[in-house]
T-cell receptor, first 116, second 114 residues
Framework: DTAVSQTPKYLVTQMGNDKSIKCEQN?????MYWYKQDSKKFLKIMFS???????INETVPNRFSPKSPDKAHLNLHINSLELGDSAVYFC???????????????FGPGTRLTVT | QKEVEQDPGPLSVPEGAIVSLNCTYS??????FMWYRQYSRKGPELLMY????GNKEDGRFTAQVDKSSKYISLFIRDSQPSDSATYLC??????????????FGTGTRLQVTL
């Protein structure tokens, strides 16, 4: 019974390609996030959606475009991949403030992206 | 200077030792403090959170916050090999609205040896 799942787990691709990562949560949470973790383990927020609405958009190149078809899914599409995009991308979700706390974020297993 | 500083380690301790993990921060707007544990090739999992200065205990884990010094700690008592992981501190300026922007430290890698 996976709470937050991501596909694919590993993604190896060449520079210039376009790729997507999918995330799904079955926790009934309202808020979902995308994080990037670099090779030094530094975890940085990229985007957050609440009930399909974008609410956090950090300084991320516009080659990255999140999409939330419904509140249980948040996908990340990356255009024109660059070497510097190589990292582990984590999806996370958190409950509505009335039902919990939004810093109680539950992370998926990550997608390891390697751009060659 | 990063908003949150954390010694990357690695920190190696024998089984049964008391472990002290620390973070310092510069943003005085941070009010909520969390510790996440991340096993190799896994996502971070929330261990503890607190929003006030002082200590909070949960089993073998104690979280300590000193807002005046902008310093937080996580203590692990009777450490076990299963505690071997990377420990990430995280902070948030506030917890209102529908999302929290967490600022993470770089993580401290802990190894508990038999």
């Amino acid at each position: 019974d996976t709470a937050v799942s991501q596909t694919p787990k590993y993604l190896v691709t060449q520079m210039g390609n376009d790729k997507s990562i999918k995330c799904e949560q079955n926790l009934g949470h309202d808020t979902m996030y995308w994080y990037k973790q670099d090779s030094k383990k530094f975890l940085k927020i990229m985007f957050s959606y609440n009930n399909k609405e974008l609410i956090i958009n950090e300084t991320v190149p516009n080659r990255f475009s999140p999409k939330s078809p419904d509140k249980a899914h948040l996908n990340l599409h990356i255009n024109s991949l660059e070497l510097g995009d190589s990292a582990v991308y984590f999806c996370a979700s958190s409950p509505h403030p009335l039902g919990g706390t939004t810093y109680e974020q539950y992370f998926g297993p990550g997608t390891r992206l390697t751009v060659t | 200077q990063k908003e949150v500083e954390q010694d990357p380690g690695p920190l190696s301790v024998p089984e049964g030792a008391i472990v002290s993990l620390n973070c310092t921060y510069s943003n005085s707007a941070f009010q909520y403090f969390m510790w996440y544990r991340q096993y190799s090739r896994k996502g971070p999992e929330l261990l503890m959170y607190t929003y006030s200065s002082g200590n909070k205990e949960d089993g073998r884990f104690t979280a300590q916050v000193d807002k005046s010094s902008k310093y937080i700690s996580l203590f692990i008592r009777d450490s076990q090999p299963s505690d071997s992981a990377t420990y990430l501190c995280a902070m948030s300026a506030r917890n209102t609205g529908t999302a929290s922007k967490l600022t993470f430290g770089t993580g401290t890698r802990l190894q508990v040896t038999l």
